[in-house]
C-alpha cells in the first residue's frame, strides 16, 4: 500500500512539474512572438556610451541648467513625462534616461548591469548631453547608479535627490548567491520566468499596483510600462539583468555605508510615507548617513509618489533642487 502511495505521488509529482514546464514554454513562445518592434520611439534619441547606446529624452532649453531623471525597474524615460513638462516649463534642461535592460536603449550582450557601469552610462550621457554638472534625481533601484556616479564621478553631479531609493542592505557580508543565484543564472531558467513575470503583459497591471498605496493611480500608466516590453529582445535582457539586481554586494562604492557617508554634493531625499518596498524607515537611516539637507516624507503614498501624487511630489521636487539651482 505504501509503496502504490509514493508511485502515485511521484507520478503526481511528474505530471505537475510536467505542466509547469509546459507553462514556461509558452510564456517563453508568447513572449518571443510578442516582442517584435526595433524602432526608437519619435520623442527619443539615442547617446552613444563605452557600454552601448543609451536611450533618452530630451525637454527644456537646450542652455537651461541640466537635470537628469533616472526611473526604477522596468521603469524608463516616459515615466517621468509629467515631471520633464513641469520641470521644462521652469527652464531647466530635462535629460530622462532609459536605464538598459530597460526601455530603449540597447541592450548589453555582455550584461554589464552593475552600478559601476550603470553610473559609467549615466556619465557618459551627461557628458553628450549636458556642458556642466547635473541635479540627479534617481528612483528605486536607479538611486543605486545615481548614488554610484556621485562617488566615482563627482565632477558630473551638482546634487542628488533621491526619491523612494533602493540601495539594498549596506555593508553586506561576504556570501554565495546559492541555489537561487545559480538559477537566475541560467539563461534556460531565467528566460522563462522573465517571460511568466516581469514581461508578461497578463501580469503587468497586478505588479505595478503592488507598489503602491494609492493604487487607482497606477491605470493611465499601465500602457506606459508595456510599451518598452514589446521591444526585441526584452525578456533575455531582463534575464541577464536579473543577477545584478538579486546579488547582495557587486562590489559597488555605493552599497559601503562609508563611503555613502562622505558623498561631497548636497543630498534631498523625497518618499511615500506608505511605501511597502523600501519603507520610509530606510530613508531615514539614508538620511542621517548622507546628512540629507532635505527629506520630503509625502502621507499617503507609496513607492512611486511622482505617479501616485504629482502635485505633492512636484512641490517636493521644487524645493530639493532649488537650493541647488
Same mark, same amino acid.
Not at 199 to 212: D, Q, V, Y
Given at each position: #500500500?505504501i509503496?502504490?502511495?509514493?508511485?502515485?505521488s511521484?507520478?503526481?509529482?511528474?505530471?505537475?512539474?510536467a505542466?509547469?514546464v509546459?507553462?514556461l514554454?509558452?510564456?517563453?513562445?508568447?513572449?518571443?512572438?510578442?516582442?517584435?518592434?526595433?524602432?526608437?520611439p519619435?520623442?527619443?534619441r #539615442?547617446?552613444?556610451?563605452?557600454?552601448?547606446?543609451?536611450?533618452v529624452?530630451l525637454?527644456?532649453?537646450?542652455?537651461?541648467?541640466?537635470?537628469?531623471?533616472?526611473?526604477g525597474?522596468?521603469?524608463?524615460?516616459?515615466?517621468w513625462?509629467g515631471?520633464?513638462?513641469?520641470?521644462?516649463?521652469?527652464?531647466?534642461?530635462?535629460?530622462a534616461?532609459d536605464?538598459?535592460?530597460?526601455?530603449?536603449?540597447?541592450? $548589453?550582450?555582455?550584461?554589464r548591469?552593475d552600478?559601476?557601469?550603470?553610473?559609467?552610462?549615466l556619465?557618459?550621457?551627461?557628458?553628450g548631453?549636458?556642458?556642466?554638472?547635473?541635479?540627479?534625481v534617481?528612483?528605486?533601484f536607479?538611486?543605486?547608479?545615481?548614488?554610484?556616479?556621485?562617488?566615482? $564621478?563627482?565632477?558630473r553631479?551638482r546634487?542628488?535627490?533621491?526619491?523612494?531609493?533602493?540601495?539594498?542592505?549596506? $555593508?553586506?557580508?561576504?556570501?554565495?548567491?546559492?541555489?537561487?543565484?545559480?538559477?537566475?543564472g541560467?539563461?534556460?531558467i531565467?528566460?522563462?520566468?522573465?517571460s511568466?513575470?516581469l514581461?508578461?503583459?497578463?501580469?503587468?497591471?497586478?505588479?505595478?499596483?503592488?507598489?503602491?498605496a494609492?493604487?487607482?493611480?497606477?491605470?493611465?500608466?499601465?500602457?506606459?510600462?508595456?510599451?518598452?516590453?514589446?521591444r526585441?529582445?526584452?525578456?533575455?535582457a531582463?534575464a541577464?539583468w536579473?543577477?545584478?539586481?538579486?546579488?547582495?554586494? $557587486?562590489?559597488?562604492?555605493s552599497?559601503?555605508s562609508?563611503?555613502?557617508?562622505?558623498?561631497a554634493?548636497?543630498?534631498?531625499?523625497?518618499?511615500?510615507?506608505?511605501d511597502?518596498v523600501?519603507?520610509?524607515?530606510?530613508?531615514?537611516?539614508?538620511a542621517?548617513?548622507?546628512?540629507a539637507?532635505?527629506?520630503?516624507r509625502?502621507?499617503?503614498?507609496?513607492?512611486?509618489?511622482?505617479?501616485?501624487?504629482?502635485a505633492?511630489?512636484?512641490?517636493?521636487?521644487d524645493a530639493?533642487?532649488?537650493?541647488?539651482?
Open positions: #500500500m509503496r502504490r502511495i509514493l508511485r502515485l511521484l507520478k503526481s509529482i511528474g505530471v505537475l512539474l505542466l509547469l509546459l507553462a514554454a509558452g510564456f517563453r513562445i508568447a513572449a518571443v512572438l510578442r516582442e517584435t518592434e526595433t524602432a526608437l519619435a520623442e527619443s #539615442m547617446v552613444a556610451t563605452p557600454l552601448g547606446g543609451v536611450a529624452q525637454a527644456g532649453p537646450a542652455d537651461g541648467p541640466p537635470i537628469l531623471l533616472v526611473h525597474t522596468a521603469g524608463w524615460s516616459g515615466f513625462r515631471v520633464s513638462a513641469h520641470l521644462a516649463a521652469r527652464g531647466w534642461r530635462v535629460i534616461v536605464l538598459p535592460p530597460f526601455g530603449y536603449s540597447e541592450h $548589453d550582450e555582455a550584461a548591469y552600478r559601476a557601469s550603470q553610473a559609467a552610462r556619465s557618459a550621457v551627461l557628458g548631453t549636458a556642458g556642466r554638472p547635473a541635479i540627479v534617481g528612483h528605486s536607479g538611486a543605486g547608479a545615481v548614488v554610484e556616479l556621485a562617488l566615482r $564621478d563627482p565632477a553631479v546634487a542628488l535627490v533621491l526619491v523612494d531609493a533602493a540601495l539594498g542592505a549596506l $555593508d553586506p557580508a561576504p556570501q554565495d548567491g546559492g541555489l537561487g543565484g545559480w538559477a537566475l541560467q539563461s534556460w531565467a528566460q522563462p520566468v522573465v511568466a513575470s514581461t508578461n503583459p497578463m501580469l503587468t497591471g497586478w505588479l505595478f499596483r503592488s507598489l503602491l494609492r493604487r487607482e493611480a497606477a491605470a493611465p500608466w499601465i500602457e506606459t510600462i508595456r510599451q518598452p516590453m514589446r526585441q529582445g526584452t525578456t533575455a531582463y541577464a536579473l543577477p545584478a539586481l538579486m546579488t547582495p554586494d $557587486d562590489g559597488s562604492m552599497r559601503r562609508a563611503n555613502l557617508a562622505r558623498i554634493v548636497p543630498v534631498s531625499l523625497i518618499w511615500g510615507e506608505a511597502s523600501t519603507p520610509i524607515a530606510q530613508g531615514e537611516s539614508l542621517r548617513l548622507m546628512r539637507r532635505g527629506f520630503a509625502l502621507s499617503g503614498v507609496g513607492h512611486i509618489p511622482h505617479i501616485e501624487d504629482e505633492g511630489f512636484l512641490a517636493a521636487l530639493a533642487i532649488g537650493e541647488a539651482r
